[in-house]
């Protein structure tokens, strides 16, 4: 897998400092190749309404939409505590098999929750 990522700058910059910046290698992308046992697939955010029958309405998500995010031009920003960054990443050649880890919990301050979005697998 070819991973690119690209630094950004802190968005409260004024324009002209940004650009100089973006100007420094530090904030250039960087291209690194790494093996892989699996792949974490991130789900759609569930939405927060219930259908006519006030009963919750659980979305669908075909499993090529969120593999998208391994096609190379899909960016993604990734935030730490100081810095941000920009992630493609790339499959150049899959494994004999392949093992799909889908982030479904997330954890706020106060309890976990679980996102019941319903993966779609083709069947051919």
Known sequence: MRIFTKK??????????????????????????STFMYLTLDLPTAPLYKDE????????????????????????????????FLKRFQLTRLPPYLIFCIKRFTKNNFFVEKNPTIVNFPIT
């Open 8 to 33: 950004l700058p802190h968005p409260d910059l004024p324009a002209e400092e940004k650009a100089q910046l973006l100007q420094n290698s530090e904030y250039q992308e960087m291209m690194v190749e």
């Open 53 to 84: 029958k006030e009963q919750l309405i659980i979305p669908q998500v075909p499993l090529f939409s969120i593999l998208a995010k391994f096609n190379g031009a899909t960016e993604k920003e990734y935030k730490t505590y100081k810095e941000n």
